[in-house]
């Protein structure tokens, strides 16, 4: 089983962007898809974004299409999320994990990790 650490959260003015990084153990990283959540305070996990194994397709939820762009680097095992044009509704702790298909169908395979926090003041 693959281990997912995130990192590159941080805090960002309105409008900014952060590139968030997930670093993955175990040499069968790029058999996984992976995907994208985040919590905000008080609210349940969502699904952000996830990429195919090999990196040739993504998918975004509507409220950070545009804005977020997902890609992977197998030879460095690791897979980033970088985020433009920042909104405070953004705000959260954003995790990685693999998951079954583009859509995160079933939710996430793997455990969670401790993820990485992200505030965008406004």
């Known amino acids: 089983q693959v281990q997912l650490v995130e990192s590159g959260g941080g805090l960002v003015q309105a409008g900014g962007s952060l590139r968030l990084s997930c670093a993955a153990s175990?040499?069968?990283?790029?058999?996984?898809?992976i995907g994208w959540f985040r919590q905000a305070p008080g609210k349940e996990r969502e699904f952000v974004a996830a990429?195919?194994?090999?990196?040739?397709?993504?998918y975004y939820v509507d409220s950070v299409k545009g804005r977020f762009t997902i890609s992977r680097d197998n030879a460095k095992n690791t897979v980033y999320l970088q985020m433009n044009s920042l909104k405070p509704e953004d705000t959260g702790v954003y995790y990685c994990?693999?998951?079954?298909?583009?859509?995160?169908?079933?939710?996430?395979?793997?455990?969670w990790g401790q993820g990485t926090q992200v505030t965008v003041s406004s």
């Open positions: 994990n693999a998951v079954r298909n583009l859509y995160a169908t079933g939710g996430p395979i793997g455990s």
């Open positions: 990429i195919n194994s090999i990196g040739g397709n993504s």
């Open positions: 175990g040499r069968t990283f790029s058999s996984y898809h």
